[in-house]
């Protein structure tokens, strides 16, 4: 494969979406090779290459220097997460981080229903159930759609936590998350407590909410 096409496959994989060394290795070994090429062009775009060699994965962001000018427009927008999604990202960072600190298996795989239940606590009392249940379940998957968990091929309710997650869920994040956290709960769960994400392939729309 000559140069020109190994820039353009790990140009247009990363403008889909994030590329994974486990999925797909031509791709990734594509973009490694010509990684600094990759981030020449992405500049002129107003692009940031976010590449974790170490951890396997790939994905775009916009310059940060570039990011408060409002007169250049995004390629990727960001786009508010409802509550419940927020709240169930947050949750399942701070397994893959108790995960990592009791050592061993380095994949760490949940059940659907335990996802559900620890959710479920930091929901007002008296919502119904099942209605309750069936939000919980469209977050989980809107976030897989996101990218940070996945599904297991042999057990649909097994679900794997991808290490993108601790990319995308740092510090920072769950500092704004957990001070909404605290005043949605101050208010009774009134208003939305949830929080903002710069993700998405390039020149995806801007809608998001648990009603997909």
């Known amino acids: 494969m000559d140069d020109g096409n190994e820039l353009s496959i790990a140009l247009i994989s990363l403008l889909r979406g994030v590329v994974y060394r486990d999925s797909d290795t031509a791709k990734w070994q594509a973009l490694t090779k010509r990684k600094n090429r990759v981030q020449d062009y992405l500049s002129v775009l107003g ?35 409802p509550y419940v999604t927020s709240l169930t990202l947050a949750l399942l960072r701070r397994k893959l981080a108790e ?3 009791r050592g061993g298996d380095e994949r760490l795989i949940l059940d659907r229903e335990e996802i559900v239940e620890t959710v479920q606590t930091f929901l007002p ?13 469209r977050a989980i998957r809107r976030i897989a759609e996101l990218g940070f968990v996945r599904f297991l091929n042999t057990d649909r309710d097994k679900v794997e936590v991808m290490r ?14 957990d001070q909404r956290l605290r005043d949605y709960l101050n208010y009774g769960g009134a208003g939305d407590a949830g929080a903002e994400s710069e993700w998405g392939s390039a020149g995806g729309d801007d809608r998001d909410g648990d009603s997909r």
């Not at 396997?56 to 310059?63: E, V």
């Not at 993108?164 to 998350?177: G, M, P, R, S, T």
């Open 164 to 177: 993108i997650i601790a990319a995308f869920v740092d510090a920072q994040w769950l500092n704004e998350f």
């Open 99 to 101: 995960h990592d600190a």
């Open 47 to 81: 692009l940031e290459l976010k590449l974790f060699e170490e951890d396997g994965f790939a994905y775009l962001s916009n310059q940060t220097e570039l990011a408060e000018q409002d007169d250049i427009p995004r390629l990727i927008n960001r786009r508010p997460l």
């Open 125 to 137: 009392a008296g919502t119904n159930e099942a209605k309750e249940v069936d939000q919980i379940n």
